[in-house]
C-alpha cells in the first residue's frame, strides 16, 4: 500500500486508521475534503483528525467504508452490513454524508 | 432501498454538546470568516476542511443558517468588490486576462467555500428557499464585477472590437475569447444575450450591410457568392470557436439577411454574371453556391427557380419555333434532348436535385414542346430514324437510354393520340420493310408506352406485331400447301395486316405484272380456303420486291425496290423506251405516287436504272423514259429508295390533323356519356372540366370542340337540355 492511495483518520482519543482513499472516498464529505481545488490541511498531510468521533465508531466507520466499497456497487450479497447492525451509528449517516448502501455513492 | 431503510430505523441527530457559551455562534462564524478570507487570499493549506465543515455543520445544527448565509453574502461580496477594483485597474489589453484570471479564481474559491458549507447548502438552504452558494457566487458575480459601472460597457466594447479585428484578417486569442464568453454564458443564458449577444448581433448587421454594398458595387455575382460563402463560414466557424451554440441560427441569419436577402434580386439578374449566365456557360460550382445560399433565406429560391424556369422557356420557345430547325426532326428532338440533358445536370450537380427545380423544369418543357403543333410527328420521326439506323450496334443498355429519353419527351406532349397516329404510321412502314434494328428495342418502347398510357393506347402497335408474326406462318402454310404448283414464279411474301390496326390508306391499287398477279391469285384462293369469311385487298403502295437484272455490259445486279417501281420496271422487259403517259396508263399508279418513282428511278446519282429525256430533276408529262444500259455499281445489291418525304409536307400535315380531329371525336363522346351516365344532371362548365380531365392523359380536348359533341350528343338523344335551367344537361338513358 503507497503512501499517497492512502489516507490517515485519527479518532477523539487519537487512535490512527490507516485506509485506502478509494474507501475513504465512499463518504462525499472525506472526498470533498481530498478533492476540494483548493488544498487544505488534510490534502497536503494526508490525513485527518475527528476531534468528535470516538475510535469505536471509527472503526466501525472504517468497516462500513470497506463493505461499501466491495459489495455497494450494485452486487447481491448474504452479509449483512456492518451498519445495520448499529443504529447509534446513523449519526454518521448525516456528518460524512454516506449513501445507504447498494447505492453508489454520490459525487 | 434508501426508502426501505429509513421507514426501518429512526434517524436520530448527533448527539452533542449542549450550547452553553452564548458567544459561540459569534466564534464559530468568525473561523469560517477567516477560513474565507484565507481561501481569497490563496492561503487554505493551513485550514482544516474538518474543522471548517464541523463548524458550520453545528452553525447549521444550532438554528445560526440565518446568521452563516447572511455572514457568507457579506463576506463574499466585500471580496467581490476589491476583485472587481484590481479588474477595472487593469490596463488596456490586460483587461480581459485579469478579468478571466480573476473569474478562474473566483470559481476556485466557490468551490471550496461550497464544500465547506456542503451542509449548509443541502439542509438550510432548500428548507429556507435561499440560492444554493454556487449560485449564489454566481449571482455576486455578475452584480458585483460584470455590471459595475466601470466594467460592463468595457467589456461589451472589448469583445465586439476583437471580433472587429478577426473579421478583417487579424489574429485574436481565441482562448481568452472562449473563456469570457463561456464565463458570460455560465452567468446565465439571460446575461449572454444581454450583456453580448444583443449588442453582437446588431454590430454585425451593420457591419454586413456595409460590407455587402461594398462588395455588389466591385464584384460579379460569382465573386459576390464566394464572398458570402466565405463570411457565413467564418461566422459559423467563430460559433464554434467562441461563442454559444444557440448563436449559430441567429448570427448566420444576420449573414444572411444583410448579404443576401437584401441583394438577391440584384444579384440573380446581374449583368454579364448573373444566373442565366451561370446557366448558359454551366457553372456549376457557382450555381450550387447560388443555390445553397439563397436556400437559406426565405423566398431565394422562388427567385431562382423562377428565372431560371423564365429563361429556360424563352430559349424552348427559340428553338421549337425556329423555321430552321423544322428541317430536321431528327436534329429538333436531339436538340430538346440536349437542352434536358443539360438542365438535368445542372439540377443535378448544383441544385441538390431539388424536386421543385425538377418541377420546374417539366414544366418549362411542357410548355414550349407544346408550343410547336408538329412535335408528336418529330418526336416519333426521331424514334423512327434510332430504330432504323441509329441504335445499329449500340448496347441494349444505351438503347433503353436513348428510349427512355425519348419517353420524357412523350410525357410533356399534350397531344399524345397524334404522336400514335405518327408512330403507328412510322411503325408500320418500319415493320413492312425490314428495317428496325432489333425486335426488343421496338417491343421495349412499347412496353413503355403502354406503362405510361394504357393498354389502349398500344393495343393496336400490338396487334402489328401480332399480324406479322401470323404473316410468316401463313406464308409457311402456303408454300408447303401450293409451293409444287407456283414452279419458278417470283417468290411471294405476303403480310396479311388486319384492317383497324394498321394505318392503311384507302387502297389504290395498281395494275400488277402478270406472273406476279397469278402468284397473288394463288395466294387469295390459298388464304381464303382457310380462312372463310374474309376479305383480302391488295395495299401495292405499301410492298418492296427484289428484282434480279441485268445491264447491257453483262453486269447482274439485285434491285430492291418498292412495289410500284418493281411494276414500272417490268415494263422494260419488253420494251426499251416509254413514255410518262404510257407508263401510267399501264401501270394505272397514281400520279403523285408514279412521279416519286419515277423520279428515285432516273434522277438519283448512282441508282440511275432508267434514263429520263430530258434530263432534269422533275418528272414532267410528257417526259420519257429508256432503260440504262450503262447503269454500274460497286455492289451487287442496289438499293432504290422512294423519294419518301420524311417529314410530312403541309397538305400531308393537314390531313393528319384531320384525322386525329375526326378520331378525337367519338373519344370526346364516349366521355362524355361516360361523365353524364353517373352524374345524370351536369352543367355545361362542368362537363367541359370533366371531360378535359378524364382526356389529358391522350390530348387536350378543345372545348368548343366538346360544345358541338354535346349539341351532337341532344341531337341523337343521349342528353337534353334542362327544360327551365338551359345551362343544365340531363342524361337520358
Same mark, same amino acid.
Request: glycine fraction near 10%.
Given at each position: 500500500m503507497r503512501k499517497e492511495e492512502t489516507v490517515k483518520l485519527i479518532s477523539a482519543e487519537g487512535f490512527e486508521f490507516v485506509i485506502h482513499k478509494d474507501a475513504a472516498m465512499v463518504s462525499q464529505t472525506i472526498r470533498n475534503m481530498l478533492t476540494s481545488p483548493g488544498s487544505f490541511a488534510e490534502t497536503e498531510h494526508g490525513e485527518v483528525t475527528?476531534?468528535?468521533?470516538?475510535t469505536t465508531i471509527l472503526e466501525k466507520i472504517c468497516k462500513y467504508f470497506y463493505w461499501n466499497l466491495q459489495y455497494a456497487s450494485g452486487k447481491q450479497t448474504d452479509q449483512l452490513s456492518?451498519? !445495520?447492525? !448499529?443504529?447509534?451509528?446513523?449519526g454518521g449517516q448525516v456528518l460524512f454524508n454516506i449513501d445507504c448502501p447498494g447505492r453508489c455513492p454520490r459525487m | 432501498m434508501s426508502a426501505q431503510k429509513k421507514r426501518n430505523f429512526q434517524i436520530e441527530a448527533f448527539k452533542h454538546? %449542549?450550547? $452553553?457559551?452564548?458567544?459561540y455562534a459569534e466564534k464559530t462564524w468568525k473561523i469560517l470568516e477567516h477560513a474565507i478570507h484565507e481561501i481569497y487570499n490563496h492561503?487554505?493549506?493551513? &485550514? /482544516?476542511f474538518e474543522e471548517l465543515y464541523r463548524n458550520a455543520y453545528n452553525m447549521v445544527l444550532h438554528k445560526f443558517g440565518e446568521k452563516l448565509y447572511s455572514g457568507l453574502v457579506t463576506t463574499m461580496t466585500y471580496h467581490l468588490k476589491e476583485i472587481s477594483k484590481s479588474i477595472e485597474a487593469a490596463q488596456g489589453e490586460l483587461f480581459l486576462e485579469e478579468l478571466n484570471r480573476k473569474w478562474a479564481e473566483h470559481n476556485k474559491a466557490l468551490q471550496m467555500i461550497r464544500d465547506i458549507l456542503m451542509y449548509m447548502d443541502r439542509t438550510f438552504i432548500p428548507s429556507t428557499h435561499k440560492t444554493p452558494v454556487h449560485e449564489l457566487g454566481l449571482n455576486l458575480w455578475r452584480d $458585483? $464585477?460584470?455590471?459595475s459601472s466601470k466594467t460592463q460597457a468595457r467589456l461589451l466594447d472589448t469583445l465586439l472590437e476583437l471580433v472587429h479585428r478577426e473579421r478583417s484578417g487579424e489574429v485574436i486569442n481565441r482562448g481568452l475569447m472562449r473563456n469570457i464568453i463561456k464565463m458570460l454564458m455560465d452567468l446565465g443564458s439571460s446575461v449572454y444575450q444581454d450583456d453580448f449577444e444583443k449588442h453582437f448581433l446588431e454590430v454585425s448587421a451593420d457591419f454586413y450591410r456595409c460590407e455587402s454594398q461594398e462588395f455588389i458595387e466591385s464584384c460579379d455575382c460569382g465573386n459576390y457568392l464566394k464572398k458570402a460563402e466565405r463570411r457565413l463560414m467564418e461566422e459559423m466557424e467563430r460559433v464554434s470557436h467562441y461563442?454559444?451554440?444557440? /448563436?449559430e441560427a441567429k448570427i448566420t441569419n444576420v449573414v444572411e439577411k444583410e448579404m443576401i436577402e437584401s441583394h438577391m434580386n440584384r444579384l440573380v439578374h446581374?449583368? /454579364?454574371?448573373?444566373l442565366v449566365n451561370m446557366l448558359v456557360d454551366d457553372k456549376y460550382d457557382d450555381l450550387g453556391r447560388m443555390y445553397s445560399l439563397f436556400r437559406r433565406v426565405q423566398n431565394g429560391l422562388v427567385i431562382v427557380r423562377d428565372v431560371m424556369t423564365a429563361y429556360i422557356r424563352d430559349t424552348g420557345k427559340q428553338l421549337v419555333t425556329d423555321p430552321e430547325r423544322l428541317r430536321d426532326p431528327v436534329d429538333f428532338v436531339q436538340r430538346l434532348l440536349d437542352l434536358k440533358d443539360k438542365y438535368d445536370k445542372v439540377i443535378n &450537380?448544383?441544385?441538390?436535385?431539388?424536386k421543385t427545380f425538377q418541377n420546374a423544369l417539366n414544366s418549362s418543357f411542357e410548355y414550349f414542346i407544346n408550343l410547336n403543333a408538329r412535335s408528336p410527328e418529330f418526336i416519333s420521326l426521331f424514334v423512327d430514324d434510332k430504330l432504323r439506323k441509329? &441504335?445499329?450496334? %449500340?448496347s441494349e443498355e444505351d438503347v433503353e437510354v436513348v428510349l427512355d429519353k425519348v419517353m420524357m419527351l412523350f410525357r410533356y406532349l399534350q397531344e399524345k393520340d397524334v404522336f400514335e397516329k405518327y408512330y403507328k404510321q412510322h411503325l408500320a412502314k418500319r415493320l413492312l420493310s425490314g428495317k428496325t434494328v432489333s425486335d426488343d428495342a421496338e417491343r421495349s418502347l412499347i412496353v413503355k408506352l403502354k406503362t405510361e398510357c394504357g393498354y389502349q393506347f398500344t393495343s393496336k402497335l400490338e396487334g402489328m406485331f401480332t399480324d406479322m408474326k401470323t404473316s410468316q406462318d401463313t406464308m409457311h402454310g402456303f408454300y408447303s400447301a401450293v409451293?409444287?404448283?407456283?414452279?419458278?414464279s417470283p417468290t411471294l411474301a405476303v403480310q396479311v395486316l388486319t384492317t383497324g390496326s394498321w394505318p392503311t390508306q384507302p387502297s389504290a391499287t395498281c395494275n400488277l405484272p402478270a406472273e406476279i398477279f397469278w402468284v397473288c391469285e394463288k395466294f387469295k384462293s390459298y388464304y381464303l380456303g382457310t380462312h372463310t369469311g374474309r376479305r383480302l385487298s391488295w395495299q401495292t403502295n405499301m410492298g418492296t420486291a427484289d428484282l434480279k437484272t441485268t445491264f447491257g455490259k453483262g453486269q447482274k445486279h439485285e434491285l430492291n425496290v418498292s412495289t410500284y417501281q418493281m411494276c414500272v420496271l417490268m415494263l422494260f422487259n419488253n420494251t426499251d423506251r416509254l413514255t410518262y403517259k404510257e407508263i401510267e396508263q399501264a401501270t394505272e399508279i397514281p400520279a403523285s405516287d408514279l412521279k416519286r418513282c419515277l423520279q428515285s428511278l432516273a434522277c438519283v446519282k448512282g441508282k440511275n436504272v432508267l434514263r429520263k429525256?430530258?434530263? /432534269?430533276k422533275d418528272i414532267a408529262e410528257d417526259d420519257a423514259f429508256f432503260f440504262n444500259d450503262k447503269f454500274t455499281s460497286k455492289f451487287f445489291k442496289v438499293k432504290i429508295g422512294t423519294v419518301v418525304a420524311q417529314r410530312e409536307s403541309e397538305p400531308e400535315n393537314q390531313e393528319t390533323r384531320q384525322r386525329v380531329e375526326e378520331d378525337r371525336k367519338p373519344q370526346i363522346e364516349a366521355a362524355i356519356v361516360r361523365i353524364m351516365k353517373s352524374r345524370r344532371v351536369l352543367d355545361h362548365n362542368n362537363i367541359v372540366a370533366e371531360v378535359t380531365k378524364q382526356l389529358q392523359a391522350r390530348f387536350l380536348p378543345n372545348p368548343v370542340v366538346i360544345k358541338k359533341r354535346i349539341e351532337s350528343l341532344i341531337e341523337r338523344e343521349f342528353l337534353e337540355r334542362d327544360k327551365t335551367d338551359r345551362k343544365l344537361y340531363r342524361y337520358l338513358a
Open positions: 475527528f476531534p468528535e468521533i470516538s456492518p451498519y !445495520m447492525s !448499529m443504529p447509534s451509528l446513523l | 454538546r %449542549v450550547v $452553553v457559551d452564548p458567544k492561503n487554505a493549506s493551513g &485550514l /482544516s $458585483v $464585477v460584470i455590471h461563442l454559444d451554440a444557440r /448563436s446581374m449583368e /454579364s454574371s448573373g &450537380l448544383a441544385f441538390n436535385n431539388d441509329g &441504335l445499329r450496334g %449500340v409451293g409444287h404448283q407456283l414452279g419458278d429525256e430530258p434530263m /432534269s
